[in-house]
């Protein structure tokens, strides 16, 4: 009888540590690391599915530091590039694929759809037109869900031949992505402004001749003055000054500037800014505006006389 019960301990105990066992085996199999380099590409794909473009960057610059001629890995991290709004960054990658890719139909003609993207995306209308209508004259394996059926999308104009009216709407277009990544950069600023800083700093640099450099400089200005680096705020607001520079962002960093002259205590400087602010945006800057500010700075002087005055 004790036998008996010894073999059914010795049974369960087996079945429980093989279910034990079962998860921990399976565990150790999905986490190992990839061992080739398409097999780091296609990790490298799932994770920007996934959105993680840090993670997908990593894995797609292993699998070309393995293979520095898997194009599809070029394609794919030219993509990662393109969804966090580095369209300049990204364009290497296309145009090397895309000498790579010709012997492979749908992938070369999806190199030529890419590029065109990027050009689209940079408003320069006249490279753009050509590597789209290349990407649909390739072969025409891309399926119609590569191109827009959306008239107020520029490339619509693509397949319907028209170049004027393409034209005319690349020059509108914003992409969604490099609203994404001010967007980004807004939201890390509230608990993470160094951090934020340094993406400025990155898109910056990975990024000479963006359309898009006056939008993240003006936000690398912003983040300085929340990091209290006020002095280095206006310097780079400054650079912005240019007659070239945006209405709208003309209005806001003059703003922005005053806010610095203030909190850095150039109250003399502070006073003209607030008189500039109101003699060229009165609707936004009312006298009243104007002197509450005035009252402020004199405060902060400890004039109480002409505070009163102005108050």
């Not at 609203?179 to 600023?189: G, L, T, V």
């Amino acid at each position: 009888m004790r036998k008996i019960f010894m073999a059914l301990l010795i049974v369960v105990l087996s079945l429980l540590g093989i279910n034990l066992l079962y998860p921990v085996i399976n565990q150790n199999h999905s986490s190992k690391s990839p061992a080739s380099a398409y097999e780091w590409y296609r990790q490298g794909k799932e994770q920007d599915i996934k959105r993680d473009f840090s993670s997908a960057e990593k894995s797609l610059k292993k699998a070309l530091a393995i293979d520095p001629n898997l194009y599809k890995a070029m394609l794919e991290l030219g993509v990662v590039y393109t969804q966090q709004g580095d369209f300049i960054k990204a364009r290497p990658f296309f145009e090397k694929a895309l000498l790579l890719a010709k012997n492979d139909k749908a992938n070369y003609e999806i190199a030529y759809f890419n590029l065109g993207l990027n050009y689209m995306y940079e408003n320069d209308s006249e490279n753009a037109w050509k590597y789209l209508v290349m990407a649909l004259d390739a072969g025409k394996s891309l399926n119609s869900s590569f191109w827009s059926k959306d008239p107020t999308d520029p490339e619509y104009f693509i397949v319907s031949g028209d170049k004027l009216k393409f034209y005319e709407m690349a020059k509108k277009y914003y992409s969604d992505y490099i609203r994404d990544r001010i967007k980004r950069i807004q939201r890390a600023s509230i608990f993470q402004p160094a951090l934020a800083l340094k993406d400025c700093e990155n898109y910056i640099l990975d990024n000479p001749g963006s359309k898009y450099l006056t939008d993240i400089i003006a936000n690398k200005a912003w983040l300085l003055s929340k990091l209290k680096e006020y002095d280095k705020a206006n310097a780079v607001l400054n650079s912005l000054n240019t007659p070239d520079l945006r209405d709208d962002l003309k209005q806001w960093t003059a703003f922005v500037f005053y806010g610095n002259l203030f909190s850095a205590k150039h109250y003399e400087l502070a006073f003209k800014q607030a008189d500039y602010l109101h003699n060229q945006y009165p609707g936004l800057y009312s006298k009243s505006w104007l002197k509450y500010q005035k009252a402020l700075i004199y405060h902060s002087e400890n004039n109480i006389i002409s505070e009163k005055i102005m108050l």
